[in-house]
């Protein structure tokens, strides 16, 4: 009996190869599910809410993080692969898909008695030896625009239809290109996503500006300005009450009508100062002025700038005032006090749009766009909230190509390379004893990418991996799976590029959970059923 019956009895045991058995099961399970979503000819899963709310994704990570996963297992495994979305923005699926069949490749072995310990050490070994494999076979090149529209293709079509993909491919491209300083980190967080239902998926489009989700809020202000200026402020530019509390005794009500006009003053004086500068800096010329402003204005203020001809913005996001002082240029300015005509940005154009209820202001045509917004155009919801993931993994995908300087020649070429390598008798000379089996099953497990995404475009698994191992011996060179004709062919002619740091990533992390897992002889849980079948 084990021994936390003896301190809860109505704990749950499963042990030795139950145990094993347990783990196994589940990872295989999660691969059974994200299996079909591989690669660019892969399916799409439809997820219903509770409320009944459609989400149809092939992006691995967005399923993990929508389904419901109860298995403790199962749950684990889904945890460490949206893990690797946070870290890399790519390769959900595949760690899935590897760590299930490291599992299901080591069992054969165990089921024969081999110890799960000696398999686990043949893991390391291997993985060891496929990271250096991985070095030899990455490109270290400039990362020109191509290559980079390459690499964002070759990304963007595991998750949508080509078509809309080669559209979003140029604008994510475009987007970190226009963002990118050189020797500082990218921060993604400088491209703005807007999403616009309007329109169908292929309009969505790249504006090397700001999207503001709300327009001017008088009616006799321009809906659109040509040559404008803008300033950018954090200024309360309406009546506030007192942050202490006070009262006030009055003598007559003469005396309280001069307090009140002594308030408004307050706030019409701010008011001034910024008609003034307007006037300064667009009288005799045809420029436009325009104000954007984090904090509020009251219907008073807006008039009088409505009289000037100033178009004014108010509750403006926070993270907007950053992005529009790195794409207009100019500073945000916290006081009106020190108003000088170098705190103005400029933008060519700024214009309303209006799209049923919603209004949204446009800032475009600007000198040096540091900060751009990707305006995401779809006909209904479910499409919006596909193209937004889409977006972000393109953009990770581009920004890590850019950072780590070399890419990875991609339809499967690093998984038969590495298997090749593997199981190499110059390799396994070097492994000594019965850890050459745990080295094996790393080898095996790897090719199940390839054969996954053979699979998923209607071709024989094995008829394909046998064509293609004799095709990498006789080239000598990285080959990949041409889903179109199953045939071999050269990903770097191509253009097929994968990210080195999402391949690193995913040795580490499918190496360290299949050992942990496998090397789990007892699962202990008190409390509700889950494990006995009922």
Known sequence: MAAVKSLNPKAEVARAAQALQLNITAAR??????????????????LVSGAGDIKLTKDGNVLLHEMQIQ?????????????????????????????????????LYISEGLHPRIVAEGFDMAKDKALKVLEEIKVKKEMDRETLVNLARTALRTKLSARVADVLTEVVVDAVLAIRKQGEPIDLHMVEIMEMMHKSDTDTKLVK????????????????VTNAYILTCNVSLEYEKSEVNSGFFYKTAAEREKLVAAERKYTDDKVSKIIELKKKVCDG????????????????????????????????????????????????????????PECLGFAGVVYEHVLGEEKYTFVEDVESARSVTILIKGPNKHTLTQLKDAVHDGLRAVK???????????????????YSALTSSEFMNTVKGRSKYGVKAFAEA????????????????????VKLLDEYNKAKQ??????????ALIPADEGIWDNYRVKRQLLHSCTTIASNLLVVDEIMKAGMSSLKSE
């Open 29 to 46: 399970s999660l691969q059974d599910i994200l299996k079909t979503n591989l690669g660019p000819k892969g399916t799409i899963k439809m």
């Open 71 to 107: 298995h403790p297992t199962a749950s684990l495994i889904a945890r460490v692969a949206t893990a690797q979305d946070d870290i890399t923005g790519d390769g959900t699926t595949s760690n899935v898909l590897i760590i299930g069949e490291l599992l299901k490749q080591a069992d």
């Open 209 to 224: 500006g700001i999207v503001l989700d709300h327009g001017a809020r008088h009616p006799d202000m321009a809906k659109r």
């Open 285 to 340: 010329t045809d420029k436009g002025f325009v104000v954007i402003n984090q904090k509020g204005i009251d219907p008073i203020s807006l008039d009088m700038l409505a009289r000037e001809g100033i178009v004014a913005l108010r509750r403006a996001k926070r993270r907007n005032m950053e992005r529009l002082t790195l794409a207009c240029g100019g500073n945000a300015m916290n006081s009106v006090d020190e108003l000088t």
């Open 400 to 418: 890590n190509a850019l950072e780590d300087g070399s890419v990875v020649p991609g339809a499967g070429a690093f998984e038969l390379a590495a």
């Open 446 to 465: 790897l090719l199940i990418i390839v054969k996954v995404l053979a699979q998923n475009s209607g071709f024989d698994p094995q008829d394909t991996i």
């Open 478 to 487: 990285p080959v990949g799976i041409n889903l179109t004709t199953g045939e």
